[in-house]
């Protein structure tokens, strides 16, 4: 995970449930990133093992990195998972400014219903949180599991918590 600062402390925010339940997941914090930082993060550890952002695609970067057009087929290739956490306009940004971002096969999502991140405002019904689409990734990579249901459920009540909360106020 590589989290805007301005979602670091963000009390709506999930990454924070994701890097508590996901074993292997790790929380970089940062708008751009020292370039042999971001190297040593975006490094496979395993022989074999690919890298990929989970990010929707653009004309320009498809084609340069002449990606899988199935969505089965990108999910072989990647063993690794780069999300970004931070708004729309701020990921695009932080692309921007991380060029070794650029530079991965992109992993693309296919949301088959709209978020159900009530509590904070998406621009499109297929926009989703990053607990969500992170989830949604590692089940099109390693297949439906009982943990990612569970981390679904405690999202929505997660959730529901939240909107009590900000009921109240």
Known sequence: MLQHPLEQHHSKGTVRL????LQRCQVWVGEQFEPQQLAQILAASEVGAATCL?????GESEA??????SLEAQARRCTRL?????TWRKSRKMLHLNPALLQLPRLSLNPTGP??????KAHQPDQLSTLEAAVMALQQLEGQ???LDALLT?????VAQQALKSAAC
């Open 115 to 120: 978020s159900r991140y009530a509590i904070r």
């Open 145 to 147: 599991s009982p943990q």
């Open 18 to 21: 994701l890097h508590l339940s």
């Open 64 to 69: 340069a990195l002449q990606m899988p057009t």
């Open 82 to 86: 780069v999300v970004l956490d931070a």
């Open 54 to 58: 989970l990010y929707p695609p653009d």
């Open 154 to 158: 405690g999202f929505e009540g997660f």
